[in-house]
DNA sequence: TCCATTACTAGTAATAATTCTCAGCAACCA
DNA sequence: TGGTTGCTGAGAATTATTACTAGTAATGGA
């Protein structure tokens, strides 16, 4: 977090707790649930404000933005790539525990598109959920 | 579309009509990409209509739902699990040409989660917003 | 054939997630 | 010391999606 491209950023008592709190935990927050998390610590944050800092953290590649199926985005404090399982009933995030090799696109394949990462998620239902029902 | 489960399922015109324009393109249009599709065909047709027929639709596995890291979903016409490539500036998604073969999760690592499908999505800047700026 | 049931529709209201706006405060620089 | 810029909290606004409602059409027995 000091090259040139974050000239002029400043590292708010707001910022640094969201970008700690996110590293903390292996859970990947939706961006209310990471609210409730700062909250704890700085009572008077805004939502807003929370919004702001993943959007600007993410920006940077010092956190990740999960797209993914849900209906909410998630954000990873690991900004290396690296493969998730997502549920599909609840929408609940876990890490993949196992070196699977993320695969590599040859330049000559990837029509045209520049500056590629490689987003891997297996979709499934999660034990709690096929608990619940079946 | 003629198991046990889509018992009582009709085929309406609106229905019909959605799918057949999901199928043809190649393109992954958004739910009023569609929308702007199938109104072509049937005017008098809803928002509503075309967002509960897709759920309907991706429900039955007949066409697939990306979710993928933008903030409208997509939907592909073509329910095999394939990779795709997203453009993270315009939210385009193109189908990779490219026979990746999809990774495959060991069932001892899939940390309880069941019914297991894989989505590989290369996330990158597609050819027409790299040309733009830069 | 007639009637009850069910699936579906258009139109519109409601909700949920996210982004935007704005006025004030705080760090930094000349 | 004063001006500029980055950031904040609060709340309004926007966007995508889902839910509700009343009406219509297909279906399946009596």
Redesign the interface.
């Known amino acids: 977090m000091s090259n040139d491209e974050n000239k002029g950023a400043r590292l708010s008592r707001q910022r640094e707790t969201i970008l700690d709190e996110l590293r903390k935990v292996k859970t990947h927050p939706t961006a209310d649930e990471v609210y409730d998390m700062v909250r704890k610590i700085l009572p008077r944050i805004s939502l807003g404000t929370v919004y702001r800092n993943l959007d600007f953290l993410s920006g940077r590649g010092v956190v990740l933005?999960?797209?993914?199926?849900?209906t909410q985005k998630r954000f990873d404090g690991n900004p290396a790539a690296h493969?998730h399982?997502r549920?599909s009933v609840c929408g609940r995030v876990?890490d993949?525990?196992?070196p699977?090799a993320l695969?590599e696109?040859?330049v000559e394949?990837?029509?045209?598109?520049?500056?590629?990462?490689?987003?891997?998620?297996?979709?499934?239902?999660?034990?709690m959920c096929?608990g619940r029902d079946s």
Chains 1, 2 share one sequence.
Request: proline share 11%; glycine share 14%; net charge negative.
């Open positions: 933005r999960l797209g993914g199926a849900g493969p399982l549920c876990d993949l525990e196992w699977l695969p696109l040859p394949q990837s029509m045209g598109y520049s500056r590629l990462r490689c987003d891997v998620e297996f979709v499934g239902v999660c034990p096929a």
